[in-house]
T-cell receptor
Framework: AQSVTQPDIHITVSEGASLELRCNYSYGATPYLFWYVQSPGQGLQLLLKYFSGDTLVQGIKGFEAEFKRSQSSFNLRKPSVHWSDAAEYFCAVGAPGDYKLSFGAGTTVTVRA | NAGVTQTPKFQVLKTGQSMTLQCAQDMNHEYMSWYRQDPGMGLRLIHYSVGAGITDQGEVPNGYNVSRSTTEDFPLRLLSAAPSQTSVYFC???????????????FGPGTRLTVL
């Protein structure tokens, strides 16, 4: 069964600074990988996904993520954060065709002025 | 399209009461699922359905019941509520297999349930 680890529970970053959120997965083959964002009191919104091909994936809101098979990682990055990026971020892994997703525990991002 | 809708948004129950959380989608998605979200644990899959009349258990199914009589609706029933079921519940749906967005899940806004 697949699983996801997000090592950082909480990250604080200054507005305009860069952001990197870590995600490590466990799966025997090439997984489907996702990053979702949850703003306070809201549902989850898909930021980006990786199925195959180019290992650098571009998403919405200026986010990107890089799939590194050798490190079993799918880290999320943003060059310059905005106050509106304060939210909880979830990494998820799925098996192709399986529909079920396994989520990490989430990383809460606080943006300070 | 309204997407994935959930009702109610908030609910308070007493231990032992039963209730149904409603979930509907208007995107003709085959796959629907229920997750619960608890602090520090991410989202955990409760039950899922790959089409009308077909349901299966996820990671944490105990205390919950589901049915799927139509493509659009996937209600979650709490048979006898317990304080351990205090959580935020999310419904999600996915397009049919083989479509461009296969395996991308679309989430509803959630139902915040408190069991006293």
């Amino acid at each position: 069964a697949q699983s996801v680890t997000q090592p950082d529970i909480h990250i604080t970053v200054s507005e305009g600074a860069s952001l990197e959120l870590r995600c490590n997965y466990s799966y025997g083959a090439t997984p489907y990988l996702f990053w979702y964002v949850q703003s306070p009191g809201q549902g989850l919104q898909l930021l980006l996904k990786y199925f195959s091909g180019d290992t650098l994936v571009q998403g919405i809101k200026g986010f990107e993520a890089e799939f590194k098979r050798s490190q079993s990682s799918f880290n999320l990055r943003k060059p310059s954060v905005h106050w509106s990026d304060a939210a909880e971020y979830f990494c998820a892994v799925g098996a192709p065709g399986d529909y079920k997703l396994s989520f990490g525990a989430g990383t809460t991002v606080t943006v300070r002025a | 399209n309204a997407g994935v809708t959930q009702t109610p948004k908030f609910q308070v129950l007493k231990t032992g009461q039963s209730m149904t959380l409603q979930c509907a989608q208007d995107m003709n998605h085959e796959y629907m699922s229920w997750y619960r979200q608890d602090p520090g644990m991410g989202l955990r899959l409760i039950h899922y359905s790959v089409g009308a009349g077909i349901t299966d258990q996820g990671e944490v199914p105990n205390g919950y019941n589901v049915s799927r009589s139509t493509t659009e609706d996937f209600p979650l029933r709490l048979l006898s509520a317990a304080p351990s079921q205090t959580s935020v519940y999310f419904c999600a749906s996915s397009p049919p297999s083989g479509t461009p967005s296969t395996d991308t899940q679309y989430f509803g806004p959630g139902t915040r349930l408190t069991v006293l």
